[in-house]
């Protein structure tokens, strides 16, 4: 009678852990399906963007031109927050703090590497989910304003080696333009003196008050005052003159060896799901190829350029390289 007793008891135990592991299988195959779920159903509320910038400059603008495609193709609201400070090392940061469910992206460019470099950040692009790109400025220029002695690079040239360090220019320590200013410097051996009055918008009126001789600047932010009389262009960094601008020499036509494209891409926190960066990769790429996103490109001379997260990625690699070598050059 105890034998029987005792079997029943240990069949009724083996039951109970029986049904306990299914349970837990059942739950955790409902969760996997569940994470699952959330990633296809993805976008399903809406994705804040985070600017590393103040308003009123490219970054800013283009962002929130992209951003009205991109609701768009994803169906949902795409809001964009303008995280200013460190030269952008504010807002980077931010999203890498952020969660990672596709539902915060970093909009930014090439500044990134830069930060890097000069170590006001202790992270880089490797640290983030590339997304891709989607807007490429080839329009970096000298602006200074109409009534300024400086006619050409050459005149500029002339009279900053006259006077070291005493001609003021306007970018911030970190910034894309501090990196065009560093290559400029190498390749004519001369100085200036670097000046910080802010975003672009500060720039504009410090460059209107005649507070500072030049601006460093995409050629599209400021083509109203050039169209006015009030600034006027010494050069752009790109291979050749813009077809939208045919007035305006390169810096190598002028005998300056210096050229950069500014490239504009989409990343998110370290392991966002593959599947929600494809789509929202997907997304970018149909709005870089949509008719209506480039017409409303082009009164900025910018180009839609989409580059997949793959190229994206060589892409950085590349300039990392190249960046480095200028600024451990400008060291020497």
């Known amino acids: 009678m105890k034998n029987n007793i005792r079997k029943l008891v240990m069949v009724g135990f083996l039951l109970l852990v029986i049904l306990v ?181 500060e720039k504009v009126k410090a460059l209107l008050g005649k507070q500072i001789d030049i601006v460093p600047t995409q050629l599209g932010l400021v083509q109203e005052y050039i169209k006015s009389g009030d600034f006027k262009a010494l050069g752009i960094m790109a291979e050749e003159r813009l077809e939208s601008a045919p007035d305006v020499p390169t810096f190598k036509e002028e005998g300056v060896d210096v050229s950069f494209d500014k490239f504009f891409f989409w990343a998110f926190p370290k392991d966002t799901p593959e599947e929600v960066v494809e789509k929202f990769s997907s997304a970018l790429e149909n709005v870089a190829n949509n008719p209506d996103f480039k017409a409303e490109l082009d009164p900025h001379l910018v180009n839609a350029d989409y580059m997949s997260p793959e190229d994206l990625q060589s892409h950085f690699e590349s300039l990392t390289e190249e960046y480095k070598a200028l600024h451990e050059n400008s060291n020497e």
């Not at 969660?99 to 992206?105: A, E, K, R």
């Open 21 to 201: 592991m299914a349970a837990c299988n059942s739950n955790s195959e409902t969760g996997e399906a569940g994470a699952d779920s959330s990633s296809k159903d993805y976008p399903n509320k809406p994705i804040q963007v985070v600017v590393p910038a103040g308003a009123g400059g490219d970054t800013d603008r283009n962002t929130r031109i992209t951003a009205e495609y991109l609701s768009e193709e994803l169906g949902t609201d795409v809001v964009v927050s303008n995280v200013n400070g460190a030269g952008g090392t504010v807002g980077t940061k931010q999203v890498l703090d952020e969660n990672s469910d596709g539902y915060t992206v970093l909009a930014f460019h090439n500044s990134l590497i830069i930060n890097s470099l000069l170590e006001l950040a202790d992270f880089s692009y490797e640290d983030y989910e590339l997304a891709g790109a989607s807007i490429q400025d080839l329009g970096n220029a000298f602006i200074v304003h109409a009534e300024s002695e400086y006619t050409d690079l050459e005149s500029l040239i002339e009279a900053a080696k006259e006077n070291p360090g005493e001609i003021s220019i306007a970018t911030e320590t970190g910034a894309f333009t501090h990196l065009q200013l560093l290559a400029f410097q190498e390749a004519t051996g001369t100085q200036f003196n670097i000046v910080d009055v802010g975003g672009a918008a």
